[in-house]
């Protein structure tokens, strides 16, 4: 049995030599990273966003032709768009119908987004339950063919202190993401500026708190920007956690701003104040391979959005060793 206190000790030394390459230090991962092997996709939160807000009408099928057309590899479904919810896995004729949809158009489903309230409750039952949700969720996700799940710890502290709701939140993750690896499935959470989860020192806790390098999280460049002092280099932020901390990528450019007063705002790539190729080249140097999804949240055209940063990923891509 691993040693809890040998564990944690390890967690920070990570977390510090992470820091010492953000200080200056990262010029051996230079010389050998190889050539990223990134596969790209589009958000259905950025459809929906949209819809809702501004009150535009997105079919299905043409953002699914749109998709497969930009040359995107897959997509990340979120709950309650276009569809009223997402299928049980005992429901087999509906998760081959949907499975089928996005195969038509050769694109791979990647992830299912899902709220995480549950995850830190005050209430043991109340815990249980939402990692019984998730053990569905994560038996979904494999039936669809996803390689990640994603999760947003949304809502209250109900009555606890944050300490209290990191320790439980911290103890669901790792939890669910231990169910989730079990199935050869990434599961990764994301923390935004409305969250009671909203800053650099509370992620760097959760992720030090589960303890389990299976924990893993979202590096959204518009979210760091903002835990980053708005300096529009969020990649920095990212240096001091650590890639290998990361699961997938929410990309999307910012202005530092929040979006009337919600979540940070999002806007399509080098329609903002960030350094986007640094955050590429960060993620190419601190090794990470896997998905980059374009999260186009309330962007009034998320076509626009998409078409820009799937560009801004090739030409980083062809530009990379």
Avoid at 98 to 103: F, K, N, V
Avoid at 131 to 150: N, P, T, W
Avoid at 270 to 280: E, N
Avoid at 283 to 306: S, T
Wanted: charged share 25%.
């Amino acid at each position: 049995m691993k040693n809890p206190a040998s564990s944690r000790r390890h967690f920070l030394r990570s977390l510090t030599a992470a820091g010492a390459w953000a200080a200056g230090m990262g010029s051996p991962l230079r010389a050998t990273a190889a050539k990223p092997e990134w596969k790209t996709a589009i958000g259905m939160n950025g459809f929906m966003s949209s819809a809702r807000k501004y009150g535009k009408s997105f079919p299905i099928e043409d953002v699914l032709g749109y998709t497969a057309r930009a040359g995107f590899d897959g997509v990340e479904l979120v709950e309650a768009w276009p569809h009223k919810a997402y299928p049980v896995t005992s429901d087999r004729e509906a998760v081959g119908k949907l499975r089928e949809q996005h195969a038509r158009h050769g694109l791979q489903i990647f992830s299912l987004q899902n709220g995480a309230g549950g995850a830190f409750a005050p209430n043991l039952e109340a815990r249980r339950n939402w990692i019984a949700q998730m053990r569905g969720r994560i038996e979904l996700a494999k039936a669809l063919g996803c390689d990640c799940i994603g999760m947003w710890p949304g809502g209250g502290l109900r009555g606890q202190t944050l300490d209290e709701a990191i320790k439980r939140l911290a103890g669901s993750f790792r939890e669910v993401a231990a169910m989730a690896d079990d199935q050869g499935v990434v599961a990764a959470f994301e923390i935004e500026p409305p969250f009671q989860f909203n800053t650099e020192e509370h992620l760097r806790r959760i992720l030090e708190s589960a303890n389990d390098p299976r924990v893993k999280t979202i590096y959204d460049p518009s979210h760091f920007d903002l835990m980053n002092k708005s300096a529009g280099r969020p990649h920095e932020m990212l240096k001091r956690i650590g890639v290998e901390h990361i699961g997938y990528v929410h990309f999307t450019d910012t202005d530092g701003t929040r979006r009337d007063g919600g979540t940070s705002k999002h806007l399509p790539a080098g329609d903002g104040h960030i350094d986007v190729p640094a955050s590429f080249e960060t993620l190419h140097e601190g090794g990470f391979n896997g998905w980059i999804m374009i999260d186009g949240w309330q962007i009034p055209d998320p076509y626009d959005a998409g078409t820009k940063g799937l560009r801004a990923i090739k030409d980083y891509m062809k530009r990379a060793r």
